[in-house]
């Protein structure tokens, strides 16, 4: 499965990165999670999974039923005390780094991503900030997630107390959050550092190789069998430029980018702060 990825400058150095959205593919991944404690132990038993795999089984199992439970209190009605949980949440979730859920985005299922960003960067530019945020991302969420699950056992101290074990529940989503993270983050820099690919996209062309600076304004990078396609857009390009602006891109220019790519939009927006 090719992803699409969309990297363009939102404020200054601060870049954005973030993945076209296909319902499709995410209702296609939910028919996979096991939906109850017997399907998860008949999927492990029955199969020669390894045990990285049966891990993977356990964390989606967990992450499908916090995606229920989280439902429950999204649907609570105003003022009850499940309401006032999901507020709690709500703002707990607006802490989350973008770049994370950016990299939670790359699941195991991509094989390839095509690269789409405004043809006035250099090529060479993007892929080597593409590699930055997953190599950093790596060494972050690895740290992250080992932090999380040491904090489980302690925090699952607090059931005995009659209130819920929010403390708990926050720990086991960022193990889970950080272990997506970590993954999608190893997942990325595989994509994006193939040697082969690298030779392709430099490879000169039957009339002569053409200044590195001019390369990805002209044509895009590797091919459509390579792992990783460069992909410059110019309508991109004409949306950045319509909105340019000191400050970064406002909401609308955001709006319309997102709306022509596919994006999130809260998701993107978070990048214009993000360090």
């Known amino acids: 499965m090719r992803a699409r990825l969309v990297v363009f400058p939102v404020k200054g150095r601060n870049w954005c990165f973030s993945r076209s959205i296909d319902p499709s593919l995410e209702e296609a991944a939910a028919s996979h999670t096991p939906s109850s404690l017997k399907h998860l132990w008949k999927n492990i038993s029955s199969s020669s999974?390894?045990?990285?795999k049966n891990v993977e089984l356990v964390i989606d199992y967990a992450s499908n039923k916090m995606d229920k439970a989280w439902t429950g209190l999204e649907k609570a009605p105003e003022g009850t005390f499940k309401n006032k949980l999901h507020g709690l949440g709500l703002k707990l979730l607006s802490r989350v780094k973008p770049s994370e859920i950016f990299l939670k985005s790359?699941?195991?299922?991509?094989?390839?991503?095509?690269?789409?960003?405004?043809?006035?960067?250099?090529a060479r530019l993007v892929r080597r900030r593409l590699r930055h945020i997953a190599m950093r991302?790596?060494?972050?969420?690895?740290k992250y997630f080992y932090?999380?699950?040491?904090?489980?056992p302690l925090s699952s101290a607090l059931a005995v107390l009659p209130l819920p074990n929010i403390p708990f529940f926050w720990f086991l989503f960022r193990s889970y959050s950080n272990w997506?993270?970590?993954?999608?983050s190893e997942k990325l820099l595989q994509l994006v550092s193939d040697c082969s690919c690298a030779e392709n996209s430099t490879?000169?062309?039957a009339k002569g190789s053409k200044p590195e600076s001019e390369e990805p304004k002209h044509k895009s990078h590797g091919s459509q069998d390579s792992l990783w396609v460069l992909q410059p857009s110019k309508e991109l390009q004409?949306?950045?430029?319509?909105?340019?602006?000191?400050?970064?891109?406002?909401?609308?220019?955001?709006?319309d980018i997102c709306k022509t790519f596919s994006l999130n939009a809260k998701n993107v927006s978070k990048?214009?702060?993000?360090?």
């Open 49 to 52: 999974n390894s045990s990285a």
């Open 106 to 122: 790359i699941s195991k299922e991509v094989s390839g991503v095509e690269i789409t960003y405004p043809s006035s960067l250099n």
């Open 137 to 142: 991302g790596a060494a972050i969420h690895k």
């Open 147 to 152: 932090g999380s699950v040491m904090l489980l």
């Open 180 to 184: 997506r993270a970590l993954k999608g």
């Open 203 to 205: 490879a000169p062309n």
């Open 238 to 255: 004409e949306l950045l430029n319509k909105h340019a602006d000191e400050n970064g891109l406002n909401d609308s220019a955001i709006s």
């Open 271 to 275: 990048f214009r702060h993000s360090i």
